[in-house]
């Protein structure tokens, strides 16, 4: 099978772009195409406004199968990088930039669970303030009922993560402002980092002992979302986050023990 660039792209660059290599791994063929095309769009080695190859020429140029080749161009397209035209093929998007992602299913370990938390901190900090200024009679019970949910759970002897998401989400719902709400939802479970990081293994008094440390510091969120204390909420939940970090942190000493 040939190996071969297409012509205009042999001409435009003496290097093939990295798209265009073979791909070896048998896994993920589609996900590595589109990092690959990915790069080379955001990079310019493919430039705006540039036909891609044609799915014979991408092929070729690979090694993968047409059933790769169109997930993987349909997979540009949903993210804004690529527009197709029928019967003509596909172009990089004007001013094509690759959006913000997470892919909370590759983050795995302790550094990266930490890394979001600390991006959580400032978006959290000012949706609690936010929500102590704004929120509605309806808004602080729907709060107080998330936490009476994370009692709940914890009385029943479960880590709470759902309701403990769901807290979190209510004081987002609470702003006023819907990106709030979008940007928790697009983190998902995740940004409760308990439920990828294991919790150590200790006694169940241990683990009830070490979420009802975590329901404490809920307990002052509430409580100042209450009162209307946007300077007390606000430090609450920057107390509560950089706390959780610290957990965290102490516990990725204690696994690397």
Known sequence: MSRTLPRSAARATVKPPTAFRPLSAPRGLTHELVERLTADIVSGKLAPGSRLPTEQEMIAATGVSRTVVREAVAALRAEGLVVTRQGVGAFVTEGARRPFRINTEELRSLREVIEVMELRTGVEIESAGLAAE??????????????????KAIAAGESAVDQDFA?????????????????????????????????????????????????GE????????????????????????????????????????
Request: charged fraction near 30%.
């Open 218 to 257: 809920h307990r002052e969120i509430v409580a100042a979302i209450r009162a209307r204390a946007v300077q007390k909420v606000r430090a609450a939940m920057r107390q509560h986050l950089l706390n959780s970090r610290k957990r965290y942190q102490k516990l990725g000493a204690e696994l690397a023990d």
């Open 167 to 215: 807290f979190h989400r209510s004081i987002a719902q609470a702003t006023g402002n819907p990106q709030f709400l979008r940007f928790l939802d697009y983190l998902g479970r995740f940004i409760i980092p308990r439920q990828t990081v294991r919790v150590a293994a200790g006694s169940a008094a241990d683990r009830r002992a070490y979420l009802d440390l975590i329901q």
């Open 134 to 151: 704004r929120a509605s009679t309806d808004d602080v019970r729907a709060i107080e009922r998330a936490f009476a949910a994370i009692e």
